[in-house]
């Protein structure tokens, strides 16, 4: 099946660094979300993005589908965005009946 | 509101007891999915169910059930034969015409001891 892999697996910042996360995955897919899940483990859809770009205030998303990646931006960061950051994604491969597959994320700490 | 809402929030079971999830929605989506997450990892999908009525097994279903007998609802059951419950369990759902996004709702935490 499809492989989802993002990178850093951890990431430390100071409020109002900017960061970038990413997700690469192994075969063309129909949809590409992230998710940004709090520490009550709700997870909160941030981007659904199957290619080109998109931005939600301090948050902007790219998926390059042909070179099969996906980056999110995070600006300016606050301490509230803290939490675990997923891609997921649906392959276009098969019947994939719409399951999401995805990533083990990212951890981000964002220090005051 | 619109939404996907799952109860209880929190559930506590002995061992070699059955115990049933609930799910629902409002959102006048079509198809609906459990996902089980482990401590630091992503989710796996338990089962899905495109239409009323119908439903079909995810990656890891051994160990539960499910029905899908109104649009609005798909309870999950996890049996006494699952092996290791205990767990972050989430419902999803999307709407077929319109997308292939997916939404979820709040997550049952459930131990089992």
């Known amino acids: 099946g499809i492989q989802v892999e993002q990178s850093p697996p951890d990431l430390i910042l100071q409020e109002g660094a900017n960061s970038t996360l990413r997700c690469n995955f192994s075969?063309?897919?129909?949809?590409l979300q992230w998710f940004h899940q709090n520490p009550w483990g709700q997870l909160i859809n941030l981007f659904y993005?199957?290619?080109g770009t998109k931005q939600n205030g301090r948050l902007s998303a790219t998926t390059v589908a042909t070179e099969r990646y996906s980056l999110l931006y995070i600006s300016s960061s606050q301490t509230t965005d803290s939490g675990v950051y997923f891609c997921a994604v649906v392959s276009a491969g098969g019947t994939s009946y719409g399951k999401l597959t995805f990533g083990q994320g990212t951890i981000l700490t964002v220090h005051p | 509101d619109g939404g996907i809402t799952q109860s209880p929030k929190y559930l506590f079971r002995k061992e070699g007891q059955n115990v049933t999830l609930s799910c629902e929605q409002n959102l006048n989506h079509d198809a609906m999915y459990w996902y089980r997450q482990d401590p630091g990892q992503g989710l796996r999908l338990i089962y899905y169910s495109q239409i009323v009525n119908d439903f079909q097994k995810g990656d890891i279903a051994e160990g539960y059930s499910v029905s899908r007998e109104k649009k609005e609802s798909f309870p999950l059951t996890v049996t006494s034969a699952q092996k290791n419950p205990t767990a972050f369990y989430l419902c999803a759902s999307r709407s077929q015409e319109v997308s292939y996004e997916q939404y979820f709702g709040p997550g049952t935490r459930l131990t089992v001891t």
């Open positions: 075969d063309s897919v129909n949809n």
């Open positions: 993005i199957p290619s």
